[in-house]
Each structure stands twice: as C-alpha cells, then as structure tokens.
C-alpha cells in the first residue's frame, strides 16, 4: 500500500516537473532544491525578524505594528517579507518531505532526517502562530482564542487561560512578552533541529545557488511592495469582529478547530503527528536484494579510502586490518548505508559494494548482456545509453526505437568506469549516459562523482586509453526528453564520423585492477 502511494506522489511530481522545466532552466527548479528553500528562508525570517523586533512593544503591541506596517520606506515591505516568507518557507518543507517520500528516502537510516523535518514543520507552525498573536489584529486576537481554548482542557495551568480575553481588564503585558519568548526561541530550536536533519548526510548542501536565492529574495521584497501584508483592525476583547483574514498556509486548520471540541482537536492532532512520524517505519524495506548495505571484500581493498571519500552518508571508514597487510581497510556500517551503491563506483578493484552490484557484477552483467550484441551491426545499434531507472520513461523507450542498446542502472553514480571501457574495447561504437538531474538525485552526488571519474581523474577514473570522444554524460530531466533526445543524436552523429572501433579480443577487465599481494617481509 506504502509503496503504491510513493509511485503516486513519485508521478504527480514529475508532473510538476514537466510544467516547471517548459518554464525555466531545469537548473533553477525550485521544486527540486525546496529543502535548501526552505533552509535559505529560515536565515531570511531571523534577519527581517531581528528587524521588527526592534520596533516591536510588547506595552502597545497592536500599535507598533501598526506603526512599522505604515513605514513606507523599510518596515512595511520587511515585515511583508517576513510574512510571506513564512509561507513560503511551510510549503517548501512540505514540498521537500514529499519528494523524499516520493523517492522513497524516507526510511532506515534516513529516519532521523525524516522525524526531525516533521518536528521542524510542527515548530514553524507554532512560531508563525506566535507571531499572528503578537502583531494582535483580529485574525492573532482569534488564534489567541482558540489556542487558550485548547490549552484550557489540558491539566497543566492552574488558571483558564480564557480568563484574560474577557475584556474586564487589560490585556497583560506579560502575555505578549510569553508570546515573544516563545517566537524567538522556537527558531534557536529550530536551528538545533536543522543540525540533527543533516547530521548524518556527509557535505550537506544547506543553501541553494546563488542565482536561486537572489530570485527567492527578489520575489519576495516585491510581492511584499506589490500586495503588502495583510494586517486586521487592531483586536478588541468587547466587540467581535464580522470577518478577519485567514492564513492558509499555517491556520488552515482554525475554521475547524472553532466547531469542533478541543479533545477532538487533540485527537486530530496527535494521529496526524504520530502518522508523520511513523512513515519511516510504514515505509521500510527488507535489508536484501535492491535494499541491501554494502560490503567490502577485505582481499580486493587496498586501502586507498576513496570509498569514504565518496559515500553520501559517511556509512564507511577505515579500521586496521586483521591479515597482517600494512594498510588499513574500508568497513562498511549498515546502520548508515543507504543501498545507494555509490562506492561500488568509487572502488577502482570493485571491492566494495551492494551485494549483486559491486563492479565486478556489473562487469559481468555488461559482458552476458550486452556485448554479445555489439559484436555485429551498424553504429547506431552499437551504441549504449546508460539511464538511471529514474529518468523519463519517455527518453529510455526512444532509445530503444532509434536502435540504442539500452542499459539501466540505478543511478549512473553507481557505473564503474571499467564498464564502460569493456563495452568501447569490446565492439560499443559510443556510450551515452544519461542521468538525473544533479540536485534530484537519489543518491545525492551520483551525477557528480560520475562526471569527476570519466572526465577529470577522480578514483576509479576512466583510464586515458579510451577515447572520450565515444562518451558523453548528459542529465535528462522530466519533461524534456526531447531536448535529451537530440543530444543523443548530435553524439550519434559525432561517433558516426569516427573511425569503427577496433574490436579487440576478449578483455578482462578485471586483471587491470587487482590488488598486488603484499611482498614477503612487508
């Protein structure tokens, strides 16, 4: 059931995708970096919060913001901006949990990661609750009331907090102060949070590129002049208001939460939050075949660490080794490994690995499936595209009909380089990769370490002996197959006007990586 409902989010964001890249660079796709939005959007709402904070009177709170609501040269667009950017910031965490969910990284050792971005949503929500109440119009006057209406029920004051809306006093200072307090530690919270999401991710990226953040910005400030926040008439406890303005993005819930029974609420609330929190565990897969941890072949590992180097979630580090051999040796812990096989690609004696995928399996399944049909044929149907089985489907089926001999794989990070040097010495006429884009995959760095290791030298490089004019690495985002499609034909045509590649007897592959066995005495 789990997964049928992945598939079905995995498909309405592709969807989306398609719409976003027809409008703009696949580059810039917010949808695909909406967790480094949401993160970029934090430090916007702690620099325009320092701002009102300053002008803020927890004495005369309506007033002051009033006041700096009416300032036409800073405080009303920043405090427009801070508005919005609340909002903005709510939809991009959402957004960003169902593309991990949709990729079904929502699980095993990424649990941490998904609990925690439960817990940081819950807490935006709470401080953009505060944050209503303190600039005390209407609409904060009407969270203030249903919130003290909730609380009330439970067993934890000793005093309805109800009691200071009835409006036979004035409203305490020490109210609005609670509510401050609250608005500004919540988000000290938060960055304890956001430590704890990406704590297990090795080199996160916690920003999006530079381009991207100014455009958030820029939109911002300008919806902020063009429509500036909404602010109500200031709040008074003797006169009910006939309307108040509802934000959807963090009260959605109020018109329900005012005709329902506050333990209805609670109970609402609580199988929501434990829903959230449980995906990890509803998610999960068996630890075997697709799913499971990598391991290491302590004969074939020299010790080189690239593999650490490598792996996304800093599941593998290097301990002494127990057969005598001088050098240290990679140990593989399952508890961080997420399957994702980006170090069998790292590993230039194929030692290390998923079972099935290391590079010594992907050697064997390049020569049992693909080379005995590269021995004959034109150079078009010699040619192999290489797809990550996230790629549109539309662009893997087209390579089939133009002749191409396609081979997935599950995410091109996980292509050794020695794979593609036997299908180019063994009768390949080119080899055309195509992968996802780099801030949508799975794997994280797939399509980088992927570039790094045919064309720049990174371990296990693509050795000098083969032709890089028969390779080319492209990224095939959704929705724009027909763009990735006639970049395969330019590269059709270019390996059209090589010289045919000389087939050599059979090579193995193998025998240029292995390990030297360590001389008597060392």
């Given at each position: ?13 592709r ?13 810039f796709n ?8 949401a993160a970029?959007l934090?430090?916007v ?5 320092l ?5 803020y ?8 913001v009033q006041r700096i ?5 800073l405080?009303g ?5 801070h508005?919005?950017?609340t ?5 991009a ?6 593309r ?11 649990a941490?990661?998904w609990v925690?971005?439960?817990v940081l949503?819950g807490?935006g929500?709470a ?12 609409f904060?006057?009407?969270l203030a009331?249903v ?12 005093e ?8 036979d ?25 956001l430590w ?10 916690l920003?999006?590129?530079r381009r991207?953040?100014w ?23 003797l006169?009910?208001p006939?309307a108040t303005?509802l ?7 109020l018109?329900l939460?005012e005709r329902?029974?506050?333990w209805?609420v ?17 998610a ?9 941890p990598?391991?290491v ?13 490598d792996c ?5 580090t ?9 050098t240290?040796?990679a140990?593989?812990?399952p508890?961080l490994c997420?399957?994702c096989?980006i170090?069998?690609a ?14 010594r ?17 034109t150079?078009?149907?010699r ?16 390579f089939?009909?133009?002749g191409?001999?396609l081979h997935?794989v ?5 292509l050794?380089t ?11 006429s080119?080899v055309f ?6 801030r949508?995959c799975a ?5 980088k ?9 990174r371990?296990a490089e693509l ?9 080319h690495?492209t990224?095939?985002?959704?929705g ?7 970049e ?7 390996v059209?006007a ?15 990586c292995?390990?030297l ?6």
């Amino acid at each position: 059931m789990i997964a049928r409902v992945e598939r079905g989010v995995r498909r309405l964001l592709r969807l989306l995708d398609c719409a976003v890249h027809r409008l703009s660079d696949w580059r810039f796709n917010p949808l695909h970096q909406s967790g480094t939005i949401a993160a970029y959007l934090l430090l916007v709402l702690s620099v325009t919060g320092l701002y009102l904070i300053v002008f803020y009177r927890v004495g005369s709170p309506s007033e002051s913001v009033q006041r700096i609501a009416a300032d036409p040269w800073l405080g009303g667009w920043m405090r427009g901006v801070h508005r919005y950017a609340t909002d903005v910031f709510l939809l991009a965490a959402v957004v960003h949990g169902f593309r991990v969910f949709g990729q079904a990284r929502s699980w095993g050792p990424r649990a941490r990661a998904w609990v925690t971005g439960v817990v940081l949503v819950g807490v935006g929500l709470a401080c953009a609750w505060t944050g209503f109440v303190m600039a005390w119009d209407t609409f904060g006057q009407r969270l203030a009331i249903v919130g003290a209406r909730l609380f009330d029920v439970l067993p934890v004051l000793s005093e309805p907090v109800a009691r200071i809306f009835a409006g036979d006093r004035a409203m305490p200072s020490a109210f609005f102060f609670l509510n401050l307090f609250v608005h500004i530690g919540l988000p000290l919270l938060m960055g304890i949070g956001l430590w704890l999401h990406v704590s297990k991710v090795a080199r996160p990226v916690l920003l999006p590129p530079r381009r991207l953040q100014w455009a958030v910005s820029a939109g911002l400030v300008i919806l902020a002049v063009v429509i500036p926040a909404p602010l109500g008439p200031a709040a008074d406890p003797l006169r009910l208001p006939a309307a108040t303005v509802l934000n959807l993005s963090s009260a959605w819930w109020l018109p329900l939460a005012e005709r329902s029974s506050p333990w209805l609420v609670w109970g609402a609330a609580a199988m929501l939050t434990l829903l959230a929190i449980a995906v990890p565990w509803l998610a999960r897969r068996s630890r075997s075949e697709t799913f499971a941890p990598s391991v290491v072949d302590p004969r074939l590992c020299t010790g080189c660490d690239q593999c650490t180097q490598d792996c996304p979630w800093g599941a593998i580090t290097m301990v002494p080794r127990t057969d005598g051999r001088p050098t240290l040796v990679a140990l593989v812990d399952p508890a961080l490994c997420v399957s994702c096989g980006i170090c069998a690609a790292s590993c230039a004696p194929m030692g290390v690995g998923p079972e099935g995928r290391t590079g010594r399996h992907q050697l064997f399944r390049a020569r049992t499936e693909l080379l005995p049909q590269l021995r004959e044929g034109t150079v078009d149907s010699r040619i192999v595209a290489v797809c990550c089985s996230q790629t549109d489907a539309m662009v893997r089926k087209h390579f089939g009909s133009v002749g191409a001999r396609l081979h997935e794989v599950p995410c091109i990070g996980t292509l050794h380089t020695s794979v593609v040097e036997l299908l180019l010495r063994q009768g390949a006429s080119g080899v055309f990769i195509a992968g996802c884009p780099p801030r949508d995959c799975a794997a994280r760095e797939g399509p980088k370490w992927t570039e790094l290791r045919l064309f720049h030298d990174r371990e296990a490089e693509l050795q000098e002996r083969v032709d890089r004019r028969r390779v080319h690495l492209t990224v095939a985002p959704a929705g724009l197959a027909g763009e990735t499609l006639a970049e395969y034909a330019n590269f059709r045509d270019a390996v059209r006007a090589l010289e045919g590649p000389e087939v050599e007897d059979d090579v193995d592959i193998r025998l240029l990586c292995e390990p030297l066995e360590p001389e008597a005495g060392t």
